[in-house]
């Protein structure tokens, strides 16, 4: 699909044409779950499954202390 979940942004980023640094990450890490921002109108099952496809690439999501 071409909304498939490949990585977690890591630092902020506008929408913009322009280019930006960032970074993110691809694969082997554990993020905060209840600190990831979903794009406005994210279903529960848009979310279960982007997590899921994180999830293949190592990259876990539970939730912060």
């Known amino acids: 699909p071409l ?3 490949v990585a977690v942004l890591a630092t ?3 929408v913009s044409t322009t280019a930006q ?3 993110f990450i691809k694969r082997g890490a554990t993020v905060a779950k209840n600190n990831l921002i979903w794009p ?3 279903t529960d099952e848009q979310i279960k499954t982007a ?3 994180l999830e293949t690439l190592g ?3 539970q939730n912060a202390l």
């Open 3 to 5: 909304n498939k979940a």
């Open 12 to 14: 902020p980023a506008e």
């Open 21 to 23: 640094k960032t970074v």
């Open 40 to 42: 406005e109108g994210a």
């Open 51 to 53: 997590l899921a496809e």
């Open 59 to 61: 990259i876990v999501a």
